[in-house]
């Protein structure tokens, strides 16, 4: 018997297999989202590239409501997400259009599965970004979509936002995560600054057991420095 149930949206890129894995290994059961299938995770809905937001609020709802028959998510988590560079001359509505789909898509999906199936004080966790609390104007799409993470978590945090009572609602914001594509892209850089994907996914695991949780609504940025990862309120 699993001791409990996650749902992670993003579950086969980096974090988020990483999370997966990190759950799987606590016994619980584990449900992933992204485009294409997590063979370790008990359930894997795929959601169609090309479909609208709506149709793919659509498909994930249906399929996590036929799975889990009735029974509730301890934890529902979205690590989804991407990066594209650009300012305002070079392809900004094209960067853009991707950054809101790949964020913001996924993002508002899993707060929309989170007040139908989270048990009461349950976690969502959203994935914002440092850099995206001030100007990003070498980046300005992911700047725009991660600082729409951060007003959503924000509001979900508030009275009436339709999650159910006692829900932690959080987003982690990091600076760069220790991934194999930012090591293959930035081979020169100083690792003992990037966080561990295995500590992120302990946040995670901490708190959906309800230990060492920080007040709803708050933005945690991942602040690593000499290989030790300090959550700092934004």
């Not at 294409?36 to 609208?52: K, M, Q, Y």
């Not at 070079?90 to 007040?115: E, F, G, H, P």
């Not at 995206?132 to 729409?148: Q, R």
Request: aromatic content about 6%.
């Amino acid at each position: 018997m699993s001791v409990g149930r996650v749902l992670v949206y993003g579950g086969k890129g980096a974090l988020g297999a990483a999370c997966v894995s990190h759950f799987k290994s606590k016994n619980y059961w584990v449900g992933s989202i992204d485009l294409s299938e997590n063979d370790l995770a008990d359930l894997c809905i795929v959601v169609p590239r090309d479909a609208t937001w709506t149709d793919q609020e659509q498909v994930v709802l249906t399929k996590i409501g036929d799975a889990l028959q009735g029974e509730k998510l301890d934890a529902v988590i979205c690590v989804a997400g991407g990066w594209a560079g650009g300012n305002a001359k070079k392809d900004l509505a094209k960067n853009a259009d991707l950054m809101w789909r790949q964020s913001v898509w996924t993002s508002a999906i899993s707060a929309t599965v989170a007040s139908h199936h989270l048990k009461e004080g349950g976690v969502l966790a959203l994935t914002g970004a440092k850099p995206a609390l001030e100007g990003t104007p070498g980046m300005i799409g992911y700047g725009m979509a991660k600082a729409a993470v951060h007003q959503l978590t924000r509001s979900l945090a508030g009275k009436d936002s339709g999650l159910p009572n006692g829900a932690l609602v959080v987003s982690i914001l990091p600076v760069t995560l220790d991934t194999p594509m930012n090591r293959k892209w930035m081979p020169k850089a100083d690792f003992t600054t990037w966080t561990p994907l295995t500590e992120v996914a302990e946040l995670f695991f901490k708190w959906t057991k309800g230990e060492e949780r920080p007040k709803s609504g708050a933005l945690l940025q991942l602040i690593t420095k000499d290989s030790v990862t300090q959550l700092v309120e934004a």
